[in-house]
T-cell receptor
C-alpha cells in the first residue's frame, strides 16, 4: 500500500540555520503531497501542499517540490526561527479522493537561540 | 470563521469501557475525518463521514464506529476499550471530501484518551 517515510528526528538547529527534512513516498497513481506542522498542545496545521509533479508548495518561508522521479517532497527553509520549533509531518492523499491522508511518523524540529 | 472543536480534551477510561468523542466541524465544511495518533507516531486514518454516511475506512476494527449529524458535527465511538487505544484522537473537517482533489483538512486540537 501507499506509504510515507520521513527522516528521523529530533533535528536540532541554531537560529538562522538552513533546514531540510527529507520525505519520500510510495504510491500508486498520482497522489497530492502535504506538509503539516503540529505545535505543542495544538492540532495539525497545513503548512504547504503540491498536487502534481514539479509543483512547488511554499508558505511562511518553507518550500517543498513534488519530485516524481525521486518520489520525494523534501521540506526546506533558508533561515529557521525559534518559533519554528514543532513536529513536522509529511503526508499524501491517495488517488480516488477518499479523504484519507497517509502520514509519515513526524520529525521533531528544535531551534535554539 | 470558527475552527474545528473537539471534546473532551482529556479523558481516562478503563479496559472494556466505551467512549464517545465529539467534533464540531469548521463553518462551511461538510466532511469529517477521524484519525488516531499514538505517542510519537503520525496520525492513522480511522474513517470519514460525508453526507451523514461513512465514506472510506482505514484498518480499524468494527468496535470503532461513528456518526455524522445534519449540522455536520460528528461522534467517534469506541467500544470494548483496549490499552492500545490510548492515543490522541484527531478530528478534521473539509469541504466536499469525496470530490476534492487536494484533500485540504482542518484539524482540531484532539481528544487525549488514556485507557488503564
Amino acid at each position: 500500500g501507499d506509504s510515507v517515510t520521513q527522516m528521523e528526528g529530533p533535528v536540532t538547529l541554531s537560529e538562522e540555520a538552513f533546514l531540510t527534512i527529507n520525505c519520500t513516498y510510495t504510491a500508486t497513481g498520482y497522489p497530492s503531497l502535504f506538509w503539516y506542522v503540529q505545535y505543542p498542545g495544538e492540532g495539525l496545521q497545513l503548512l504547504l501542499k503540491a498536487t502534481k509533479a514539479d509543483d512547488k508548495g511554499s508558505n511562511k518561508g518553507f518550500e517543498a517540490t513534488y519530485r516524481k522521479e525521486t518520489t520525494s517532497f523534501h521540506l526546506e527553509k533558508g533561515s529557521v526561527q525559534v518559533s519554528d520549533s514543532a513536529v513536522y509531518f509529511c503526508a499524501l492523499s491517495e488517488a480516488g479522493n477518499t479523504g484519507k491522508l497517509i502520514f509519515g511518523q513526524g520529525t521533531t524540529l528544535q531551534v535554539k537561540p | 470563521e470558527t475552527g474545528v472543536t473537539q471534546s473532551p480534551t482529556h479523558l481516562i477510561k478503563t479496559r472494556g469501557q466505551q467512549v464517545t468523542l465529539r467534533c464540531s466541524s469548521q463553518s462551511g465544511h461538510n466532511t469529517v475525518s477521524w484519525y488516531q495518533q499514538a505517542l510519537g507516531q503520525g496520525p492513522q486514518f480511522i474513517f470519514q463521514y460525508y453526507r451523514e454516511e461513512e465514506n472510506g475506512r482505514g484498518n480499524f476494527p468494527p468496535r470503532f464506529s461513528g456518526l455524522q449529524f445534519p449540522n455536520y458535527s460528528s461522534e467517534l465511538n469506541v467500544n470494548a476499550l483496549e490499552l492500545d487505544d490510548s492515543a490522541l484522537y484527531l478530528c478534521a473537517s473539509s469541504l466536499d471530501g469525496a470530490s476534492s482533489g487536494a484533500n485540504v483538512l482542518t484539524f482540531g486540537a484532539g481528544s487525549r484518551l488514556t485507557v488503564l
